[in-house]
């Protein structure tokens, strides 16, 4: 697998029309998706799911539309009649749904409506409720709009129990405290419309973010608000004191508090055990997102009410399957509650997707040992080098004893500040997968802010908002793979000597 190379603009990498990534080579491109250029847009086939529709997922939208006379239409198709509710009910009037499979709608607006189709489109994004690429081969085989499937390797007994257990067994749960889920952002969504259904069952409407969030994660908690819930945040998460007087003073009002841990992207650990009991007694529930270093190396459910967690990352170690999961506490007091109603909300995914990450989860331990261990070699080579101000990681974090698994080093993921001026040309001629996710077994990195947060890298108030709480806009985000050690630092070294 020679994945320490120059990956021209909307290779995918692995070679699968299933990749859950696409390169993006230079800054021009980043910012050309990002502003939809025609050049960069028509070379993206596939990409991050739920940032680019696949090829196979236009084809069978396209496909449904004619079929119905509905070429005038812009469209997503959802799985789950309780996902098309919630998109309805949400969205409002000028959303039309059409049945196309038994399970499978059509969820479709005038194109003139720009304005609804662009909700319609980050409805799909942000709650994760789209169709899997998988899905949509399968069925344009089905129509006969395909010759063939794409040929690669599954697990052959049942997906599904052998994923929960692996996950359990990560988690240290029981596989019946599991729920696996289209992808993580459905995990989180379907973890949050839970408790959120639960505490405003008792009077409970007030929710506090710790730290930054994943992009979608973050827009879930804002927009899926009631009317009469709040959302406040404590953006330092080494601020014990303001964080727990902040808890404290929404009294038996607390709805729950949200938490990566670590933080994305600086791969910051809070004191989760301290943070988790006054949570505990103050009545809210602690929802804990580990997915930046993962299930296999932090253990984080024993302060959590509920887990959630992506495992297109780590799990998923080719970069071939959008997959999440979450996980109930059983020691949590509200693990009745918490159990049935996740259940009632979440999306489970398509089984040829489970086939495959069952299939991959054999081997990722070792894959992740190996990452980790390159991850620790890579920090200190970029600690030394003088075009770097200041990286991030989980091994460098405070607090991370709390929760790593053991001693060894901890996570794929290292965020990068080089010196003033040098990131775009770092950027460009650094020879490897650049685009987003992280956790595969090869090396790629990408410039998390502009990919995830492009209005506020591109405004001057928005970049001295993202000072104000400790992020450089033109950080570096690397997730390091299983390539030789001495192969990824040679790329690194060549890149920073050119910037």
Not at 237 to 263: K, Y
Not at 289 to 318: H, R
Not at 455 to 464: C, I
Request: net charge negative; charged share 20%; with cysteine.
């Amino acid at each position: 697998m020679n994945s320490l190379k120059h990956f021209p603009l909307g290779t995918r990498f692995p070679n699968s029309p299933h990749a859950v990534i696409s390169s993006l080579p230079t800054m021009a491109d980043v910012r050309g998706y990002e502003e939809q250029d025609p050049r960069v847009v028509a070379a993206l086939d596939s990409g991050y799911p739920r940032f680019v529709v696949h090829a196979y997922i236009r084809r069978l939208i396209e496909f449904y539309l004619e079929r119905a006379g509905l070429t005038d239409r812009s469209a997503a198709l959802v799985p789950g009649r309780r996902a098309v509710d919630d998109l309805v009910s949400h969205l409002g009037d000028g959303l039309t749904v059409t049945k196309v499979e038994e399970t499978l709608f059509l969820v479709h607006c005038d194109r003139q409506d720009s304005a609804l189709a662009l909700r319609l489109r980050k409805f799909v994004q942000h709650v994760g409720s789209g169709i899997s690429s998988r899905q949509a081969e399968d069925l344009l085989l089905g129509y006969d709009l395909m010759d063939k499937r794409h040929e690669e390797d599954y697990f052959s007994g049942n997906a599904l129990n052998e994923v929960e257990s692996l996950i359990a067994e990560q988690v240290g749960c029981r596989p019946a405290d599991v729920l696996v889920c289209a992808s993580g952002m459905n995990a989180f969504y379907a973890g949050y419309r839970a408790v959120q259904e639960f505490q405003r069952s008792r009077g409970r409407k007030r929710w506090l973010q710790l730290g930054w969030l994943y992009l979608d994660s973050g827009c879930v908690l804002k927009e899926f608000l009631g009317d009469d819930e709040t959302l406040e945040v404590c953006y330092d998460v080494f601020d014990l004191d303001a964080v727990l007087a902040a808890i404290r003073s929404f009294g038996d009002e607390l709805s729950a508090v949200v938490v990566e841990c670590p933080t994305n992207p600086l791969i910051q650990v809070c004191e989760l055990e301290k943070v988790a009991q006054v949570v505990r007694a103050q009545g809210g529930v602690m929802v804990v997102d580990p997915s930046i270093a993962s299930i296999y190396n932090v253990n984080v459910l024993p302060y959590a009410d509920l887990l959630v967690s992506s495992l297109t990352k780590y799990a998923a170690t080719e970069g071939d399957v959008m997959i999440g999961a979450l996980a109930v506490n059983p020691d949590s007091p509200y693990y009745g509650d918490l159990i049935s109603r996740t259940s009632a909300q979440h999306q489970p995914p398509y089984a040829r997707d489970l086939a495959r990450l069952a299939y991959e989860m054999t081997p990722a331990p070792s894959f992740i040992a190996q990452m980790n261990a390159n991850t620790s070699r890579l920090c200190g080579f970029l600690r030394e080098h003088p075009k770097v101000v200041k990286i991030h990681c989980a091994g460098c974090s405070d607090h991370i004893e709390d929760v790593a698994k053991g001693a060894e080093p901890v996570g794929a993921v290292i965020s990068v500040q080089l010196v003033e001026g040098a990131m775009e040309a770092f950027y460009d001629a650094v020879e490897l997968m650049k685009g987003p996710s992280f956790g595969a077994r090869f090396t790629l990195l990408c410039p998390f802010m502009y990919l995830a947060h492009y209005d506020l890298v591109t405004s001057e108030e928005g970049r001295g908002f993202l000072r104000s709480v400790g992020i450089c806009p033109e950080l570096i985000r690397i997730s390091v793979g299983t390539e030789p050690y001495e192969e990824i630092e040679a790329v690194f070294a060549q890149a920073l000597n050119v910037c």
